[in-house]
């Protein structure tokens, strides 16, 4: 893949700025096609697409969770983990204003505001994972241990397949 092509997401950015190396993989964005998609088209088992989850707590505090594509998660076991009332999706709008990212297109890396992050924990014994690098149709991969060291992620169990 050429250099003029690559996009230079503010995921990019913060991933080099954390001397992370990591692949790009431009595919062809399919609205509501998900990590199914995204799999299919760059041929690669979809338990290791991680999708980048932007979720709230009961008093609307912010948090990512990085799940596996074939996989949803627990907001109830989140919910207990975490010593909250509730865990539940942001509304695309919210999820938005918080990471700095549209909807189908957010990543982890380098998000407008600061945010605890939650990795489920049988994504770390992956040897590669394919995330967002900012921008819809555009995943990046990289080594799940480098990825949730530099993002200070908190491994949980709270996947539901």
Do not use: W
Not at 21 to 41: D, I, Q, V
């Amino acid at each position: 893949m050429t250099a003029e092509k690559t996009p230079v997401t503010l995921a990019v950015r913060a991933l080099r700025a954390a001397n992370v190396p990591f692949t790009h993989h431009l595919y062809a964005y399919e609205e509501k096609g998900g990590t199914a998609a995204s799999a299919r088209e760059l041929g690669v088992d979809e338990h290791s697409v991680v999708k980048t989850l932007v979720m709230e707590d009961d008093r609307k505090k912010p948090l990512i969770v990085l799940m596996h594509g074939d996989r949803q998660v627990s907001t109830k076991a989140l919910a207990r983990l975490l010593g909250v009332k509730t865990i539940a999706p942001c509304s695309p709008e919210s999820a938005n204003r918080h990471s700095g990212y549209l909807v189908g297109g957010t990543s982890p890396f380098g998000t407008r505001q600061k945010m605890p992050v939650y990795i489920e924990e049988t994504i770390l014994s992956l040897p590669t994972i394919y995330i967002n690098g900012g921008q819809r149709g555009y995943l990046v991969g990289l080594d799940p241990k480098v990825a949730a060291r530099v993002l200070g992620a908190t491994p949980v169990s709270v996947a539901v397949p």
